[in-house]
Every structure is written in structure tokens, then in C-alpha cells.
């Protein structure tokens, strides 16, 4: 399973832009990139997911690299609620997902 | 986005008994749903895939005789952790993966089960 490089915690501050960078080197030409992310004694929550165009929901917006080695996921206005821990996921369609470590957010407010 | 539901969302036993737990793709059919683990302060790790009518696929180093998975519908599946004991306490989560066309399928997530066992 090709894997991803992320940083372990990022600050932001409230009502800015918030850029989630995540490395995926090793990355096969099948493989989505998917972002989830997840609050404490939650379950994780779908955020938005592309595989080479850059792609943008109401919640976020996901730049991906032409080489397809990295991506980043955008959140255009960062708010207390968008402080979780967020996670870069590759996977083949209709594969199963294997969480790394991910990136925890914190919104300064 | 599609909803994912677990029930119990916490659930308290002692230590030798079993405990089931479901979980429930409630406005989607889910032929394929997904059993993680999670301790605290960690990321989660995928314990098995649950295949409608079909046996589930456990990664390794899962107990396939202690974590028992039925996914007897499109939409539910159920995982029982048999003769639990205190080690098997942990944060537990389903996932249901929707069926989408070109490719675009992904996963919804339950919101867990918290399970201690005494």
C-alpha cells in the first residue's frame, strides 16, 4: 500500500486559510487520494476525495500535484470547529483504507 | 453526505463475556463495510473486511475466532468480540463504503463504539 507523509500538527488561525500538505511519493496511477478527519472519540468524517484534478466540495477544496506525488488539502476559512486531526488516505477504488498518523489541527482563535 | 450508524455507541462488560456490536449504512446499500480499532492517542487500524453473504477478509493479526463478523445484509454488519477481556478494550468504528459510478466510490464512517472491558 503506498503510504503518506504527513505533518504531525499544524496551527492555524481563526478565519484564515489553512493548507494540509500530505506526500505520497510512491503513489500508483489507481490510488484516490482521500482526506478525512476526525474529532476526538468520534468516528471520521468525510471531507473530499480526487484523483488528478483538483476537486472542491462546500467543505474543502483538494489541489492535487500534476506528478501526483503530493496533494493539499485547503480549508478556506478556518473555524474552532475544523480543529481535528486529519488524515490522508490512498486507496484503489472500492479499497480498503489504511490510516497513517495524520496531521492535527489546531484553530487559534 | 451518506449516514453510518453503531449501536451500542458504548458498551461496559466483564471480562470473559462477549459483546456485539452494529452497524448500519442508513440510506445506502453497503455491500462492503469495514472494522477498524483504535487506542487512545492512535490512528485507527483496519481489523477486517465485511463482504455481504461472503466471509470476511481479516488482516493480519487479527483473531478471526475472537473477532467474529457477520454482514448479513446490504446493510448491516455486526462484529462480536468474543471472551473479552481488558485488553480488548478499545475504541471501535465501522465503515460502510458507498457505491458510487466511475470510480468514485469512497467510505462513510460510523461514530464508534467505545467498549471497556472490566
Known amino acids: 500500500d503506498a503510504k503518506t507523509t504527513q505533518p504531525n500538527s499544524m496551527e492555524s488561525n481563526e478565519e484564515e486559510p489553512v493548507h494540509l500538505p500530505c506526500n505520497h511519493s510512491t503513489i500508483s496511477g489507481t490510488d484516490y487520494i482521500h482526506w478525512y478527519r476526525q474529532l476526538p472519540s468520534q468516528g471520521p468524517e468525510y471531507v473530499i476525495h480526487g484523483l488528478t484534478s483538483n476537486v472542491n466540495n462546500r467543505m474543502a477544496s483538494l489541489a492535487i500535484a500534476e506528478d501526483r506525488k503530493s496533494s493539499t488539502l485547503i480549508l478556506h476559512r478556518a473555524t474552532l470547529r475544523d480543529a481535528a486531526v486529519y488524515y490522508c488516505i490512498l486507496s484503489p477504488t472500492g479499497n480498503q483504507f489504511y490510516f497513517g498518523t495524520g496531521t492535527s489541527l489546531t484553530v487559534i482563535p | 453526505g451518506a449516514v453510518v450508524s453503531q449501536h451500542p455507541s458504548w458498551v461496559i462488560c466483564k471480562s470473559g463475556t462477549s459483546v456485539k456490536i452494529e452497524c448500519r449504512s442508513l440510506?445506502?446499500?453497503?455491500?462492503?463495510m469495514f472494522w477498524y480499532r483504535q487506542f487512545p492517542k492512535q490512528s485507527l487500524m483496519l481489523m477486517a473486511t465485511?463482504?455481504?453473504?461472503?466471509?470476511?477478509?481479516?488482516e493480519q493479526g487479527v483473531e478471526k475466532d475472537k473477532f467474529l463478523i457477520n454482514h448479513a445484509s446490504l446493510t448491516l454488519s455486526t462484529l462480536t468480540v468474543t471472551s473479552a477481556h481488558p485488553e480488548d478494550s478499545s475504541f471501535y468504528i465501522c465503515s460502510a463504503r458507498e457505491p458510487r459510478q466511475g470510480g468514485r466510490e469512497t467510505q462513510y464512517f460510523g461514530p464508534g463504539t467505545r467498549l471497556l472491558v472490566l
Open positions: 440510506d445506502f446499500q453497503a455491500t462492503t
Open positions: 465485511s463482504n455481504e453473504g461472503s466471509k470476511a477478509t481479516y
